[in-house]
């Protein structure tokens, strides 16, 4: 079962506006009337119900939302790209790749949630923002801004409501087969299950799921048996389901063992929701020991109940109090979630805030803001320079270049793009 993906996601880019003029029979000289770029679609993941859903994303793809159209003459708007929604289990953690290293972005806690893993480009503007008393016939407009890329990784942090684990043999492959239509494999011999089984669950017309896990067996903290590999999977089921076998030597040392074992590995598993159950109650010498077990588990503080999933004894009360818990567990995320309902990735940029460095002669404007305009320009066409110089001047980027120590021809990096400070 697929656990974590890594894939690459960028915004579609924005359209371009549109440089054109107003055509009319009696007015040869219209006023501009191009329009603006639509915007770029984000890439959006959603969570859904269904845990196999990382299993439909393809490792290693670039996912791309859609392109915002041009804009067009008329002042008409292109329109805005489409939104690209990935579909991930409820329970996943999205991580950005950031120089090796892994940024917590956003979780995704219950059904219906969503992050923006990409957000696309602004639209360039057409002509008609570019009018101005003194120049009413401007041919300038903006190409669209680039759509945001990443490097995400999306981990799956829960598998299941409920999971099942115990020793090897417990019988727990054979429990989940009693209680959902799963068809794990069963065999009278350790570590038949090297893989998580999920099955659903039935209650009444409700339903929760289940993962019977690999068998664990002590030393796994340190790796024994599929060690690491079985804790990290019980990490991610908010309910565990103890399962001992009824009939081993010391069903009571058997469950202390397994406890022990997942609170070495993460001390927060310890206190995880748990039901004890001792299986394989209809065999006649687990019969016969029932009342004595009782007694051994109590004295440890422990309840355990017994159940045969063989022949379906105390299957169907187990169930129903499993559902119990996964429902409280249920709620206490979705009143989570509507906390922080759609959680944006990227924080609004401040816009027009700027820093100057010079950087080997060279004048380097540090503004998001600001570099997110120049570099929608076109820095080859003289009305284009113009507009940029206009605007850097009205948002005091000019007197900083001077007071810096710039002069006509002096060299301005702004963001990916560069011009020679003005003539
Ligand atoms: N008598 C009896 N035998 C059972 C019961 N449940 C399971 N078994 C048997 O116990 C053996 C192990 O069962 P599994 O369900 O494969 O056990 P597991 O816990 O999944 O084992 P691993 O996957 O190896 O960790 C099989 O031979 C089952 O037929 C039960 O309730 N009663
Ligand atoms: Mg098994």
């Not at 984000?42 to 439909?56: K, M, N, Q, S």
């Not at 067009?72 to 708007?77: E, G, L, T």
């Not at 579909?87 to 120089?99: D, N, S, Y």
């Not at 008609?128 to 990784?153: D, L």
């Amino acid at each position: 079962m697929l656990d974590e993906i890594q894939m690459t996601v960028k915004g579609g880019d924005g359209g371009h506006g549109l440089i054109s003029f107003r055509r009319e029979k009696f007015a040869p000289l219209g006023g501009p009337d191009g329009g603006d770029g639509g915007r770029g679609g984000d890439v959006i993941v959603r969570a859904t119900d269904d845990v196999y859903a990382l299993e439909r994303l393809r490792p290693r793809r670039r996912y791309e939302a859609g392109r915002g159209g041009n804009g067009a003459s008329a002042k008409k708007h292109g329109r805005n790209g489409k939104d690209l929604v990935l579909e991930a289990p409820e329970g996943t953690v999205i991580f950005r790749l950031e120089g090796g290293e892994r940024v917590e972005l956003a979780d995704l806690p219950a059904k219906g949630t969503t992050a923006i893993v990409a957000r696309g480009g602004k639209g360039g503007w057409g002509n008609i923002h570019f009018a101005t008393s003194t120049n009413q016939a401007p041919y300038i407009s903006q190409s669209g801004a680039e759509g945001e890329e990443a490097e995400i990784v999306l981990e799956l942090r829960l598998i299941s409501d409920v999971g099942i684990i115990g020793l090897p043999n417990a019988g727990k492959s054979t429990l989940l087969a009693a209680l959902s239509a799963a068809r794990p494999k069963v065999g009278d011999y350790p570590f038949t299950t090297l893989q998580p089984t999920l099955g659903v669950v039935n209650v009444g017309w409700q339903t929760f799921r289940m993962a019977d896990l690999p068998g664990l067996i002590e030393g796994a903290a340190e790796g024994r048996g599929l060690g690491h590999e079985f804790l990290r999977h019980a990490m991610r089921c908010p309910v565990l389901l103890h399962l001992a076998d009824g009939s081993a030597d010391d069903p009571v040392a058997d469950v202390l063992l397994i406890r022990e074992e997942i609170a070495a590995y993460d001390p927060d598993l310890r206190d995880r929701v748990a039901v004890i159950a001792v299986n394989k109650v209809d065999l006649p010498e687990v019969v016969a020991r029932r009342e004595r077990l009782e007694q051994a588990f109590a004295a440890e503080g422990m309840s355990a109940r017994f159940i045969s999933a063989a022949t379906g004894e105390g299957l169907r009360e187990l169930a129903a109090d499993l559902f119990e818990m996964v429902k409280a567990d249920r709620e206490r995320r979705e009143r989570e979630a509507v906390e922080q309902a759609e959680t944006p990735v990227l924080r609004p940029q401040p816009r027009r805030r700027f820093e100057v460095e010079v950087v080997g002669g060279e004048y380097v404007v540090d503004a998001p803001g600001i570099a997110g305009f120049v570099e929608t320009m076109d820095l080859d066409s003289e009305p284009h320079r113009q507009e940029v110089y206009r605007r850097l001047k009205r948002w005091g980027v000019a007197k900083e270049l001077e007071r810096k120590g710039a002069v006509p021809g002096s060299p301005v990096r702004i963001g990916k793009a560069t011009l020679a400070w003005l003539e």
